[in-house]
């Protein structure tokens, strides 16, 4: 069965750090380009970040760029989001998700990261 | 970065109406573009892919038409587990962008 499971979010005040993971389960992690894709509460969804199977493409959206890292380890089938200089507006619910727009979609639950003094 | 106009943002239909959710693209996109759906504090869900092609295991009454700047999601005949907001999502180039999401409502 497909998992993605997300952790490390939590509170943090603005200007601080977090990283968020997710750890892949029930297919080839590494044969997959993944993606961050974040919901601010009662608002859309916002495409985040993507990194290739091998990572030698990795995208942000311009919101984060500078300020986030997308990276994988394919050894651990794990997906990270380093997020550096939070701001308040990076409060969301973040989403790991596999090959999105694609037959082998698939989402995990999401982790919340809350930006508060 | 390609800006993604949904409309309506919100709409209320009866079950067994028939349901359009259009996607404008502000510039050409080809066919790169597939539809979301999401329920409260559910992950989002795949709909379709590709403007056209429905995501394995969707129910038949989903379709997606268009290309180039516009897209259409219909629901043939919209049923009581429909009611969810809906977003279109274009992969055509990076940045990635969601349209604004479309909220389903019972009437």
């Known amino acids: 069965e497909v998992q993605l499971v997300e952790s490390g979010g939590g509170l943090v005040k603005p200007g601080g750090s977090l990283r968020l993971s997710c750890a892949a389960s029930?297919?080839?992690?590494?044969?997959?380009?993944m993606n961050w894709v974040r919901q601010a509460p009662g608002k859309g969804l916002e495409w985040v970040s993507s990194i290739s199977s091998s990572s030698s493409y990795i995208y942000y959206a311009d919101s984060v760029k500078g300020r986030f890292t997308i990276s994988r380890d394919n050894a651990k089938n794990s997906l990270y989001l380093q997020m550096n200089s939070l701001r308040a507006e990076d409060t969301a619910v973040y989403y790991c998700?596999?090959?999105?727009?694609?037959?082998?979609?698939?989402w995990g639950q999401g982790t919340l990261v809350t930006v508060s003094s | 970065a390609i800006q993604m106009t949904q409309s309506p943002s919100s709409l209320s239909a009866s079950v067994g109406d028939r349901v359009t959710i259009t996607c404008r693209a502000s510039?050409?996109?080809?066919?790169?573009l597939g539809w979301y759906q999401q329920k409260p504090g559910k992950a989002p869900k795949l709909l379709i892919y590709a403007a056209s092609s429905l995501q394995s295991g969707v129910p038949s009454r989903f379709s997606g038409s268009g290309s180039g700047t516009d897209f259409t999601l219909t629901i043939s005949s919209l049923q009581p587990e429909d009611f969810a907001t809906y977003y279109c999502l274009q992969d055509y180039n990076y940045p990635q962008t969601f349209g604004q999401g479309t909220k389903v409502e019972i009437k």
């Open positions: 029930g297919f080839t992690f590494s044969s997959y380009s």
């Open positions: 510039q050409g996109i080809r066919n790169d």
């Open positions: 998700a596999r090959d999105i727009l694609a037959p082998a979609d698939y």
